[in-house]
């Protein structure tokens, strides 16, 4: 503002309560990142990788963070945790209390930037977009004038998801973001050609609209009894539990200003084409990181409370195999079939097969970080549920100096690429140094079997993505080009690069592939009736 799979393929230590939730959760990012696809493929219908959109993704860059520092981390950080609290049997009654105070104060405090922001667009727009020609630099500060007042109704949304998961209601938190996509696909349909670019800025302010509608639907049939007061005591308790969250979050917010300063330095259309990689990078993460790094925190904070150290590391390991099993080959797979899904999902309309090299080239270096930020996003949630939010708010500083130090250096040299790399060399060494503190902490790691599972992955990924590679040039040289052509390319290819690599990884002694399948099996031969006699 994640799969099914995830809680399969961890031990049997969440309750079927926690396996629930987190499978609708997966079903909505899904949803979500499904509509996310259709909703850079309008935009590359409409827009192409112009400087427009250029403009439009430096605009969206304020909005975004002022969501992501006072709401974003503190969902799940603090948010879900304290009304949590409110909403056992014994002090349901002061849940809508507790609830009103966080309306009241977050509603006045995003309220007093977005009118701050208002005032403040045109020096606001230069510091993110100052790169930009003169005319895309005034439309960049109309967008952020149009776009930032959403900023309040997802903040309000973001809190009625925290209230909804403490109250055990999940269905429709984990659909919102998919109705903030379908948003700002309606609009650029419909308006694009009569309004451009802002077309998507009213998309933003339709979104958000829709997102907070549905929340409150929800909200209202839970009926928790909502009393607006700025003085309960859950507003310091939320806000210790933040501060060393936000730290880290203002750190990375920096770092991302800054990309966007240099991005729009190095040409009017390279934060299209960064645009379009990172939409690419941005599901297998999701799907794969985000997902089960969510099913495990239970199940890990659990057994931290409870001092069972064999117990948390059985889960640690299985979250760590699981995340390389299934984010190696989705890194292989993209690099192997990145140009017919680029074509695919975004040349079309004004989007060039220029544009598709670009947006190749960034992928294919983004994808050098994917397998670290997967395994970094589990080592996150390991500290979280340790109680530690500090050690990895420091570590995200250390990595963006990494950042810093490899973008200043190519930058002037490789230009967009140039900070494609750099975020591939954040990400590394963040995990790296998150690794190694986590070694000090629990000691040898060599049971979680992280090593072995990365070298047997590797070797049977290596084999399916040559397999992949050559099926696609294949396919490519006897199918008509175009849509249809791409999509028989990719869907049979992803589907030969599935069924190469699972028997690959089982014959190299993958455990989490045999686990998956045999559980894939036991719900299948539940499914099928018997036959009577």
Do not use: C
Request: hydrophobic share 55%; aromatic share 8%.
């Amino acid at each position: 503002m994640e799969e099914p799979v995830s809680t399969d393929a961890l031990p049997e230590v969440t309750t079927p309560s926690l396996a629930f939730a987190a499978s609708i959760i997966a079903v909505g990012n899904i949803a979500s990142r499904a509509l996310g696809l259709a909703r850079e493929t309008v935009i590359a219908y409409f827009f192409g990788a112009s400087g427009l959109v250029s403009a439009f993704q430096a605009a969206s860059t304020i909005p975004t963070m002022i969501y992501d520092l006072l709401v974003g981390g503190m969902l799940s950080a603090a948010l879900v945790p304290a009304f949590s609290d409110y909403a056992r049997p014994g002090r349901r009654r002061e849940l809508g209390q507790a609830a009103g105070a966080v309306f009241a104060a977050l509603g006045l405090l995003v309220a007093g930037l977005v009118l701050l922001v208002e005032v403040l667009a045109g020096p606001v727009a230069r510091l993110v977009a100052g790169g930009l020609p003169p005319h895309l630099l005034a439309v960049t500060e109309q967008l952020l004038r149009l776009m930032t007042p959403a900023v309040w109704f997802l903040a309000m949304a973001g809190v009625m998801t925290a209230l909804l998961y403490a109250l055990q209601r999940f269905t429709f938190p984990a659909f919102a973001a998919a109705v903030y996509n379908l948003g700002i696909i309606a609009a650029a349909v419909a308006l694009a050609s009569r309004l451009g670019i802002h077309a998507l800025a009213v998309g933003v302010l339709l979104g958000s609209v829709l997102q907070l509608s549905l929340q409150w639907y929800d909200l209202r049939r839970a009926q928790p009894g909502i009393r607006l007061n700025l003085r309960h005591p859950v507003l310091p308790r939320v806000w210790r539990l933040y501060l060393p969250i936000l730290l880290g979050l203002v750190i990375s917010q920096v770092q991302v200003i800054i990309d966007r300063r240099l991005a729009s330095g190095t040409g009017e259309q390279s934060l299209a084409w960064m645009r379009g990689a990172t939409t690419l990078i941005q599901l297998p993460h999701g799907l794969i990181a985000v997902a089960i790094s969510m099913a495990a925190l239970p199940s890990l904070a659990q057994f931290f409370a409870a001092e069972d150290e064999r117990a948390f590391r059985q889960v640690l390991g299985r979250g760590l195999r699981t995340v390389l099993m299934l984010s190696v080959p989705a890194t292989v797979g993209l690099w192997a079939l990145g140009t017919p899904i680029v074509q695919l999902i975004f040349q079309r309309g004004a989007f060039m097969p220029s544009d598709t090299e670009a947006v190749v080239a960034a992928l294919n270096l983004y994808l050098l970080g994917l397998v670290p930020a997967s395994v970094d996003w589990l080592l996150n949630y390991t500290f979280y549920a340790r109680n530690n939010t500090l050690t990895p708010a420091l570590v995200g500083v250390a990595s963006v100096l990494i950042y810093l130090a490899v973008a200043l250096a190519l930058v002037g040299r490789y230009g967009y690429l140039g900070l494609v790399l750099a975020d591939s060399a954040k990400h590394t060494g963040h995990v790296l140094i998150m690794w190694v503190l986590l070694r000090r902490r629990l000691g040898d790691l060599s049971d979680l079997q992280g090593t072995a599972t990365l070298a047997r992955t590797l070797a049977a990924a290596g084999v399916m993505g040559l397999a992949v590679a050559l099926l696609a040039r294949g396919l490519g040289r006897v199918l008509p080009a175009g849509f249809e052509g791409n999509l028989v390319i990719v869907v049979v290819s992803t589907a030969a690069g599935a069924l190469i690599y699972a028997a690959l990884a089982a014959r190299l002694g993958v455990e989490e592939v045999a686990l998956m399948a045999d559980r894939w099996l036991r719900r299948l031969r539940r499914g099928v009736p018997r036959r009577r006699n």
